[in-house]
């Protein structure tokens, strides 16, 4: 029985050595494929985002409210389009015009009261002239008796002074001398008259041509005080427009509204709250946000990229090819912004609209998986230093 028992296990022993080594063999043949394959072969490597969206190359332009009042009109309506310019939405300004028109009719009091004096200086600046006038025509006048007194009263003092040496030579009468003395001092008294006359025109005209230019500077000066007041109540008024205008909220930009607050009559908003957002016509790019490790010298421009979008799945709809534009180079609020070129027309199935959300996956280089597999243990080496170092 022993002997029967032997010869079977001396029997079994080939095949089981055979057995050891095809499994060796084999064992040896999938080691050297992978290692081949793990030095040869390339795998691209992803960095990736899920914090994505959507944008019009352009940026949006807010609408907020410039001041805090109650809505009386509301012409705000998701997806609109605007023009820059266009009324959105109209804010209580009864206040406002009541002072505007106040102050129109101020204004429209002094510019009449402005008429009025500027009439009434032009009427005394005439007067002036042609009481100047008169009074050189009368003063010439006055001259010219003054020539005409003179001759008699020469030609009497030459009748006197013939009188006198008659007189001394007894040749007439006392009386004749007297007639002739007399009528000599009536025709000088005539022409002095006639001087002092031309003396008093002088001073009197002097006199009304002082009174009129007092009068006329003080009604420039009245002129000048309400053109003053009139330049006040139109800088007033100005403002008072500008006032009652930021009672209209008007769309900054042309576009379409993105956002739009839902407001009624009687809604009341405050000052810098936000009414509505304006995308601007333009191409749509992706903005993605990256940690610094991902993206500092990894991600680099035109680097190929595919985003998925939430609302359309990946599975049913595909991909949007997409190649980055731009990366900044300052970290903000933790991450590292990613702007990215969408080609529109990689994915018919999708509608590429401002404001989608998604994820971003940037191919920043093809490594071996060699690499990647050192690069693993050394980041959990490194990883477990550093818990380690914590840990003491």
Do not use: C
């Amino acid at each position: 029985m022993a002997t029967a028992f032997a010869r079977t296990l001396q029997h079994l022993e080939p095949r089981r050595s055979r057995r050891a080594v095809a499994a060796v063999a084999t064992a040896v043949s999938v080691a050297a494929a992978w290692g081949v394959w793990a030095v040869t072969a390339h795998i691209t490597v992803y960095e990736v985002s899920d914090r994505a969206r959507l944008e019009v190359d352009h940026a949006p332009h807010p609408v907020d409210a410039p001041i805090s009042g109650t809505v009386v009109e509301s012409r705000m309506q998701l997806g609109q389009e605007v023009s820059a310019g266009d009324a959105l939405l109209r804010l209580d300004a009864d206040a406002e015009q009541l002072s505007v028109r106040e102050q129109r009719e101020k204004s429209m009091a002094l510019d009449a009261e402005l008429t009025a004096l500027r009439a009434q200086a032009s009427s005394v600046e005439r007067a002036r002239d042609e009481g100047a006038r008169a009074a050189r025509a009368l003063l010439d006048e006055t001259r010219e008796r003054i020539r005409e007194a003179e001759a008699p009263a020469g030609y009497a003092q030459q009748e006197l002074e013939r009188l006198e040496r008659l007189r001394v030579q007894l040749l007439i009468s006392e009386h004749d001398f007297e007639l002739g003395r007399a009528d000599a001092l009536r025709t000088q008294a005539s022409a002095e008259s006639v001087r002092l006359s031309l003396v008093r025109i002088e001073q009197e005209q002097v006199a009304r041509d002082r009174d009129r230019a007092a009068s006329l500077d003080q009604i420039r000066g009245q002129i000048a005080r309400l053109e003053g007041e009139r330049r006040g109540s139109q800088e007033a008024l100005l403002r008072l427009r500008v006032e009652a205008d930021r009672h209209v909220v008007r769309a900054s930009a042309s576009g379409r509204l993105g956002d739009a607050a839902a407001l009624r009559p009687g809604a009341v908003v405050q000052a810098g709250q936000r009414l509505a957002l304006i995308v601007p016509d333009g191409a749509i790019v992706a903005i993605a946000q990256f940690s610094p490790s991902a993206a500092s010298g990894r991600i680099r421009r035109g680097q190929r990229a595919r985003v998925r979008l939430d609302g359309f799945p990946w599975a049913q709809y595909g991909t949007v090819e997409a190649t980055v534009a731009q990366v900044a180079n300052e970290v903000r609020d933790g991450t590292v912004r990613v702007e990215l070129a969408v080609a529109a027309g990689s994915n018919a199935r999708i509608a590429l609209e401002h404001g989608l959300t998604g994820s971003v996956e940037i191919a920043v280089e093809r490594v071996t998986p060699l690499t990647l597999l050192l690069r693993t243990a050394g980041a959990l080496q490194t990883a477990t230093a550093v818990l380690d170092k914590g840990g003491n």
